[in-house]
């Protein structure tokens, strides 16, 4: 399904901002997240204003906004938190490819946070943008309907870890480090996909095995497209020279990274061998194709002479009046005998056949 998004612009100044990518609930939800080493605050606001009071304070605070189908609220919220209109244009396009954006007093990210349905095997897409300052983290979803971020909100609620001890940034890291871990439950499913389809092609290459090979390869060109430009964009991280990233953080973030790799080059080893399935399988269909045409070879090939010796015998001469007699013809055992000639010719046939080893 395409996903657009309609501006209109006058002198570099965005007049409408619309999202018109599928079908969302209308509803919107934000949930704020206040905390430092000992208090932790969680609620659900019902307005923009309520979030502006945090922006203020010492404590690390995390917004999290679900649904991008009211823009005026994220235009409030953007204007309150001083993010540049082109981030809010970012925000609302869903379509774009992941990217990083510094912009001195914060950091913009955009991801793709996958999902997978069991049931039908599909491999789903939504956009998460992250904005980084010095003392928040706030999250755009595209819709609610649930994220990877459940373990990091229990955490926080718990205390546990470091999380509720470090700043903004190792925030930051650990909801990416959320997104990119879903990436390894992704491929682990397809890596049972395709062990699932080489069975398969072992026992019965059919219809269904090819067109289960394809839907794996486009879900991989799929993943690819998703995933492979995270890489640049966490290298962005890493080499940024923002105070808003300590020095402590770089090195959970070069570990993300490296992270990426790893999913980029499973990625690239799963489309490998489906497409060494996909070439597997037009082997077997012509392995299959060949024995097939063997047998009706050999078939055929033998009913060559009986059908030459059931000519022979279906001639309609008068042999009283040929010079050339038929004995066969008068005989008692005469049908016996050519039944009996076909026998053995077959069998002749089968046996040489069967020492030139053609089946």
């Not at 934000?30 to 969680?42: A, G, M, Q, S």
């Amino acid at each position: 399904m395409s996903r657009l998004i309609k501006k209109s612009r006058t002198h570099g100044r965005p007049e409408a901002l619309l999202y018109e990518g599928p079908a969302r609930s209308e509803t919107m939800k934000i949930t704020v997240f206040d905390y430092d080493e000992k208090n932790c605050i969680e609620k659900e606001v019902k307005s923009v204003e309520e979030c502006l009071p945090f922006r203020d304070r010492p404590t690390v605070t995390w917004i999290n906004v679900d649904g991008l189908n009211r823009v005026e609220v994220l235009e409030k919220l953007s204007a309150g938190y001083s993010l540049h209109h082109l981030v809010l244009e970012d925000i609302l396009n869903v379509n774009q490819r992941p990217k990083f954006e510094d912009f001195g007093e914060y950091i913009y990210i955009c991801a793709k946070m996958l999902g997978y349905d069991d049931r039908t095997g599909e491999i789903s897409e939504e956009q998460v943008s992250f904005v980084l300052g010095d003392n928040f983290v706030i999250t755009f979803q595209e819709e609610k309907q649930g994220d990877v971020f459940n373990e990091i909100r229990q955490r926080l609620r718990l205390g546990k870890g470091r999380l509720r001890k470090m700043k903004a940034d190792y925030l930051a890291y650990t909801l990416l480090d959320a997104v990119i871990d879903n990436y390894f439950l992704i491929l682990e499913k397809v890596g049972e996909k395709i062990e699932v389809i080489e069975d398969a092609l072992l026992v019965d290459p059919d219809g269904k095995v090819q067109r289960a090979i394809n839907q794996t390869k486009r879900q991989l060109i799929f993943l690819r497209k998703s995933v492979w430009p995270l890489r640049e964009v966490v290298r962005a991280v890493t080499q940024s020279e923002s105070a808003l990233i300590r020095a402590e953080s770089l090195a959970y973030f070069r570990d993300i990274y490296d992270h990426v790799i790893q999913a980029v080059d499973t990625i690239e080893a799963f489309r490998e061998t489906a497409a060494s399935m996909l070439d597997l399988y037009l082997s077997s269909l012509s392995h299959r194709l060949n024995e097939v045409m063997k047998v009706l070879t050999i078939i055929a090939t033998i009913f060559i002479p009986l059908t030459f010796l059931a000519g022979l015998y279906g001639m309609n001469f008068n042999t009283q009046a040929s010079p050339y007699n038929m004995p066969e013809l008068n005989w008692r055992y005469g049908y016996l005998f050519v039944l009996g000639l076909m026998v053995v010719v077959v069998t002749g046939m089968l046996v040489f056949f069967k020492k030139k080893k053609w089946f």
